[in-house]
């Protein structure tokens, strides 16, 4: 079973940058493709970006692309979220998820089966 643990969350003016982290245990990192998704409130949950297990291949949703930067450490089973420029609508609880990395493109949102608890990111504008 892997265990996710999120870091980094608060609260931030917008045009402000927050950095998010997720820790990943009870898995080889490497065998893990990840990815964070967030739910705004009275909304569904949504993808927000992705990184395959290689650290070589990213994919976001249009929302973000040119403001967020997923990446990840493998010798520190961590991966992060940069997020810049952000705005009041980024307003979301975010989680961070995962999958092995031989179940498919990382572009497949239904295939992340790990899900972290989540942390509260506010906007103000």
């Known amino acids: 079973q892997v265990q996710l643990v999120e870091s980094g969350g608060g609260l931030v003016q917008a045009g402000g940058s927050l950095k998010l982290s997720c820790a990943a245990s009870?898995?080889?990192?490497?065998?893990?493709?990840m990815g964070w998704f967030r739910q705004a409130p009275g909304k569904e949950r949504e993808f927000v970006a992705a990184i395959s297990w290689s650290g070589r291949h990213t994919d976001y949703t249009d929302s973000v692309k040119g403001r967020f930067t997923i990446s990840r450490d493998n010798a520190k089973n961590t991966v992060y979220l940069q997020m810049n420029s952000l705005k009041p609508e980024d307003t979301a609880v975010y989680y961070c998820?995962?999958?092995?990395?031989?179940?498919?493109?990382?572009?497949?949102?239904?295939?992340?089966?790990?899900w972290g608890q989540g942390t509260q990111v506010t906007v103000s504008s």
């Open positions: 009870g898995r080889t990192f490497s065998f893990l493709d």
């Open positions: 998820v995962a999958k092995e990395n031989f179940s498919g493109s990382i572009a497949l949102r239904s295939l992340y089966a790990y």
